[in-house]
Nanobody, 126 residues
Framework: QVQLAESGGGLVQAGGSLRLSCAAS????????MNWYRQGLGKQRELVAT???????IYEDSVKGRFTISRDNAKKATYLQMTSLKPEDTAVYYC????????????????????WGQGTQVTVSS
C-alpha cells in the first residue's frame, strides 16, 4: 500500500517558521514531481511549490523568497521550509506526487498518478 503522509503543521505566530515533511511509504521505485498544495477555508486548492526529480523548483508568487521546497530521493520524502509566515498562509497543506512507480505483491510493477496525502493544518496567528 503506497501512502503519502504529511507532518509538521501547527500553530505559529506571524513571522515565525514551520517545516513540513511528507514521507512516502510502500514499495516505491520512483517518484517524479513532488508538490505542495494548500487550501484555505472557503478557498480553492492552490499549488504552492513544485520540485522535479532532479531538483528543479517552482514557487507560487506569494511564497517566493519565504518558502523552500526540497526532497530526499533516498528517503522518498519532500519538505517545505516556511519562513516569515503570514496569516494568509493559514491553510491545510497537502503533499502531492504527480507519478509514482511501485511494486505490488499481486500485480508486480505498477504506476499511479496524482497521488495525495491527507493534509496537515498550518495556522498563522496575527
Amino acid at each position: 500500500q503506497v501512502q503519502l503522509a504529511e507532518s509538521g503543521g501547527g500553530l505559529v505566530q506571524a513571522g515565525g517558521s514551520l517545516r513540513l515533511s511528507c514521507a512516502a511509504s510502500g514499495s516505491i521505485l520512483s517518484i517524479n514531481m513532488m508538490n505542495w498544495y494548500r487550501q484555505g477555508l472557503g478557498k480553492q486548492r492552490e499549488l504552492v511549490a513544485t520540485i522535479t526529480s532532479d531538483g528543479n523548483t517552482i514557487y507560487e508568487d506569494s511564497v517566493k523568497g519565504r518558502f523552500t521546497i526540497s526532497r530526499d530521493n533516498a528517503k522518498k520524502a519532500t519538505y517545505l521550509q516556511m519562513t516569515s509566515l503570514k496569516p494568509e498562509d493559514t491553510a491545510v497543506y497537502y503533499c502531492n506526487a504527480d507519478w509514482i512507480q511501485f511494486t505490488d505483491q499481486a500485480m508486480g510493477t505498477r504506476e499511479a498518478t496524482d497521488f495525495w496525502g491527507q493534509g496537515t493544518q498550518v495556522t498563522v496567528s496575527s
